[in-house]
T-cell receptor, first 112, second 115 residues
């Protein structure tokens, strides 16, 4: 079945550091790929998405590129802020209409 | 407009009791999903409804779990004879349509603790 693997956390960085959170996937067909974020005390919300190979999703300074050849969708940001501290989930949706498959989440902590 | 709402926000129950969790999706959303998030784990898909079609129950972990949805409105997730391993946050999401890249909007979740 489909699966998503993302780097274990917590990841601790200083403000203005460069961020990469790795995500790789296994899926049949051509999945859509997503990054969701859960800020402290808040619900899960979509951060960005990409629906086909080589697409780049971007939002709030975050980017991720759909790499079919490496089955990856790594999340990057050039300069993180304390307000980016949250749990980040990589997810995919397969060709069917069923639910999303999520990774275990990466807890990001940004220190001032 | 209003987002996805869930109730109760917290539920503590004794092992062996039945519990019912409620989800109100965003008005007009035809697809509704239930997920479970156990401590230290990612979200686990449980069940999904699309319009009036039969639900996809492929993710339900046991026959103690069931869910209903009336048309394109409220859904309830019922867990019978709860066990301690059922302790988790249960999340509901809705989307305009199922499949493809339609965004799923998540509710705040119900934290279930089975003692």
């Amino acid at each position: 079945g489909d699966s998503v693997t993302q780097m274990e956390g917590p990841v601790t960085l200083s403000e203005e550091a460069f961020l990469t959170i790795n995500c790789t996937y296994t899926a049949t067909g051509y999945p859509s790929l997503f990054w969701y974020v859960q800020y402290p005390g808040e619900g899960l919300q979509l951060l960005l998405k990409a629906t086909k190979a080589d697409d780049k999703g971007s939002n709030k300074g975050f980017e991720a590129t759909y790499r079919k050849e490496t089955t990856s969708f790594h999340l990057e940001k050039g300069s993180v802020q304390v307000s980016d501290s949250a749990v980040y989930f990589c997810a995919l949706r397969g060709g069917g209409a069923d639910g999303l498959t999520f990774g275990k989440g990466t807890h990001l902590i940004i220190q001032p | 407009g209003a987002g996805v709402s869930q109730s109760p926000s917290n539920k503590v129950t004794e092992k062996g009791k039945d519990v019912e969790l409620r989800c109100d999706p965003i008005s007009g959303h035809t697809a509704l999903y239930w997920y479970r998030q156990r401590l230290g784990q990612g979200l686990e898909f449980l069940i999904y409804f699309q319009g009036n079609s039969a639900p996809d129950k492929s993710g339900l972990p046991s026959d103690r779990f069931s869910a209903e949805r009336t048309g394109e409105s409220v859904s309830t997730l019922t867990i019978q004879r709860t066990q301690q391993e059922d302790s988790a946050v249960y999340l509901c999401a809705s989307s305009l349509h199922a499949g493809g890249s339609y965004e799923q909007y998540f509710g705040p979740g119900t934290r279930l603790t089975v003692t």
